[in-house]
Structure formats: C-alpha cells, structure tokens
C-alpha cells in the first residue's frame, strides 16, 4: 500500500468480468443440455461458489485462461446433491440457487457463511412459496435453507423491493413452473437475467417493469462473452477523478443502463468523464476515460437511480468527499442487508479519516473534506469486498498509510485489485 501514495494513476485497463453476468452464464450453461463457453469470466470466490455448486449438481466445468467451459447433462439429468451447497460470502448464488433449485424440483440444503447466515432470504421464500415451493428458513428469514422437491405453478408478483437476486430466483423457478408467471417491478433492477434468457433460447417478454415468462421452455448451450464490471471500475474511476494528474480508461467494460448510474454521478459532479460504447447489442459495452477534476461539485441520489449503483454507494461516498458541497445519498435502506451493514460501515471508516457525515436510516449526507485528519490508522474491512477497496481509494487518494484488519474478501469481487493499482501508478 506504502507503494501507491504519492502517485497519479494512468493508462488503459480491463477490469475483471462482470460478476452479475458470470454467477448467470454458469448456471444458465448448466440448465442447457450440452456445451456453452464463457469467455473473460470473472474467477473470484463468489463466482467459484456458483461453479462447485453447478459441479455438485452434475455438470462438468473446464476452467482455462480466459474460460470457462461448461457440460451440462440437461437440468432432467441433474444429481439430487447429498453434500450440503455451500454459497460462501455470495448473496446472488444464494438467492438465484434457491429459484433454480425450487425450479428443477430436488431436495437441497443451502448454507453460507457468517454474514449470508445473516442476510434476508425470506424476500425469496415469500414468491417462490407462492409457486409452491417447500423452503424452510431459521426464523423464517435466514440460511441454511432447507428445500424439498415440490411442482410449481405460476403467479404475478409485485415485487415489494427491488432486487435482481428475488427477480432472478423467481424468473429461474418459473422456467420449471406450469403457466406463465408474470413480475411486476416498482423500480427497474439490473436486467442481466432477462437479456441472458433471450441468448439461451428463451422468450421473455419485458414490457416496461413488467416481465413475462412461460414455463416448459429449455435453454440451449451458447457461448458467453462477459464484459469488465463497472461495479469493479468504480474504485478506478473514484480513484482518478480524485487523483491530481490521473488519467485512466477501462476497456470492454460494461455500459448496461441498468448498472451505469455511476456514470450519470460523475456527470451530476462535473467531472472530466468520456464515454465510448463500441456494442449495444444485448449487454451494452464500451469504454470509458476519467480524468482528474479539480471542479468536482456534488451529488443528490434517490429513487430509480439507487438500484443502478447500489454496489457503488461505499465508494460514492469518497467521491462526495472530495466535491465542493455535500453531497446526499437517500432511499439506500437496502445497504443495510449486504454483505455487512454498508451505510454504518461506510460512516464509521470513512470518519477516521476526518470526514464528517450526518447519517439517515436510508442513506446519508457527505461533507467536503477540508483537510485529512486521523483519528485512527486501525480499520475494519468488516470482511466486505466493497468496503476494503473503498478504504484503499480514500487513503491512496489522501496518501495516507492505514491498516486493515483483514483485506483477504478483496478476491470475493476483484482478485488483482492492488496488482492493477500498480499496474497504473506513476509517480507524481
Ligand atoms: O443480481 C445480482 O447479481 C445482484 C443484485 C444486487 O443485489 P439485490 O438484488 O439484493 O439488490 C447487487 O447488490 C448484488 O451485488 C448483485
Ligand atoms: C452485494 C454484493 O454481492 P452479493 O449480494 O452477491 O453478496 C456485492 O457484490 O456488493
């Protein structure tokens, strides 16, 4: 870490693979009977859950340089798993599992660790309960998960949080489920799974924040090209909007409207931000070039946006930071029920450093930082991916030297984090 102070960033980079669309292309190849390729995958410990999962169940994976190939004997074909499947620190391969297991109809037990032991699941339960799915949680709400094999019929939902996990799980069950099952949104949440049906085969009818599937529809191998992961990007490009001289474009990354609400920030604080799509076929994709701003001004959040940045937020924080008025964060309870509680997180490390929040239930409101001023060089990393790689852009960004209790969760989203940051830095 000592390495990277004093320095501007620049240059090209690829961040690693979309982690939404990576846990979706192993488990949609693994219900298409035959062989799918996944190209530039991310190869992280959440995406490696999915894959020794999709394993347990009888499909075979090939892991090379740059891809993954997956041989599915067909979801009829699948083994009832005897071992327990073990989810980690993934929230989205617990949820999505849950409708995919519900779907193909066996009896399974779905674990986590210590903080998806903590995570809601009866948000998943609730719907998939309705198709007719037998799931049993530890007081109603947290994993393991107890599934028994159950038929399910379709339904309507409404969807009472926006959530791609709940709208994935139910999407996945209603592949299996008699009937056409329709799920009605309040705000738009990522589309990952929608697009991705479409590209194996299947008819999804997305009519505004409605999306309709029929069941009995089987999904045919394809080959996957995932693109850089904005939600990785972000740490970058905080990084060199704040960064005095940085200058950095990320290639092939990811520019799907539903997952670009960052971009729409950077254009609210004034900052030297150029965007390039080079495909708008199925999953948007181009490149994007951040230049250090001295203007930056601030930010106001709410409403529909909050869904398209929601992993973004921890290190929105810092760029709200380094603006010239506060800026403000609303309607973001859902950080609450991450990996770690992100808005409690997020204020108490990033006022160890001086800045000064004031804190709502929803979200919060963000100081200047005037000056840097420690109170503490001891951080907790609280064991969130997110929050560890927000902490590294602050102290690069202020070149100061602090200690983290553990940034090992870094491999979960973005194994070669610090590599990369090395890979850019150039002394100033
Ligand atoms: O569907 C997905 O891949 C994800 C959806 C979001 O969670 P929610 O669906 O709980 O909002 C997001 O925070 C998570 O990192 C990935
Ligand atoms: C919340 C996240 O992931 P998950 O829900 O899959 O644990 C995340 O990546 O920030």
Redesign the pocket.
């Known amino acids: 870490m000592k390495s990277l102070l004093n320095q501007k960033f620049t240059g090209s980079i690829q961040v690693p693979g979309d982690?939404?669309i990576t846990?979706r292309a192993l488990m949609m190849a693994s219900l298409a009977e035959g062989t799918s390729v996944i190209h530039s995958p991310l190869e992280s410990e959440?995406t490696f859950r999915t894959s020794e999962i999709m394993g347990q169940l009888g499909v075979e994976i090939e892991r090379e340089e740059g891809r993954i190939t997956v041989t599915s004997p067909g979801s009829s074909n699948f083994t009832a798993p005897e071992e327990v499947l073990y989810t980690g620190?993934?929230?989205?391969?617990?949820?999505l599992l849950m409708g995919l297991i519900a779907g193909i109809g066996m009896d399974a037990t779905i674990e986590g660790d210590s903080?998806?032991a903590k995570?809601p699941m009866d948000r998943v339960r609730t719907p998939l309960g309705e198709m007719g799915a037998d799931i049993s949680l530890v007081d109603g709400k947290y994993p393991p998960i107890l599934m028994k094999q159950s038929t399910l019929k379709a339904i309507e939902y409404d969807m009472p949080v926006a959530s791609a996990?709940v709208k994935s799980a139910i999407l996945f069950a209603a592949l299996y489920a008699a009937g056409e099952t329709i799920v009605h949104e309040k705000i738009k949440s990522r589309n990952h799974t929608e697009i991705m049906l479409e590209q194996f085969g299947v008819d999804v009818e997305v009519d505004g924040l409605s999306i309709k599937l029929k069941g009995g529809q089987p999904l045919k191998p394809r080959d996957v090209q995932v693109p850089g992961d904005i939600?990785s990007a972000a740490f970058l490009m905080v990084l060199a909007a704040i960064t005095k001289g940085s200058d950095i474009t990320i290639e092939n990354v990811s520019l799907n409207e539903t997952r670009a609400g960052i971009i729409d920030v950077f254009k609210q604080m004034n900052a030297d931000i150029e965007i390039e799509e080079t495909s708008s076929e199925g999953e948007a994709i181009g490149n994007i070039r951040i230049r250090h701003s001295k203007d930056l001004t601030s930010f106001d959040l709410s409403g529909e946006i909050i869904p398209r940045l929601?992993?973004e937020i921890p290190v929105l924080a810092v760029l709200g930071a380094f603006g010239s008025e506060p800026s403000v964060i609303r309607d973001a309870l859902e950080l609450r029920y991450?990996?770690t509680d992100?808005l409690r997180a997020v204020i108490d490390e990033l006022k160890k450093f001086g800045i000064e929040f004031e804190e709502f239930e929803d979200g919060f409101k963000v100081y200047p930082l005037k000056e840097v001023k420690m109170t503490s060089d001891s951080f907790k990393g609280y064991h969130?991916?997110?929050i560890i790689m927000m902490l590294l852009v602050m102290a690069v960004a202020s070149d100061t030297e602090i200690n983290i209790d553990d940034t090992s969760a870094i491999n979960?989203?973005y194994p070669g984090f610090i590599e990369d940051l090395e890979k850019l830095k150039q002394a100033r």
């Open positions: 982690k939404s846990h959440d620190n993934s929230g989205t391969t617990t949820r903080s998806i995570r996990q939600s929601i992993d991450k990996e992100r969130d991916h997110r979960i989203s």
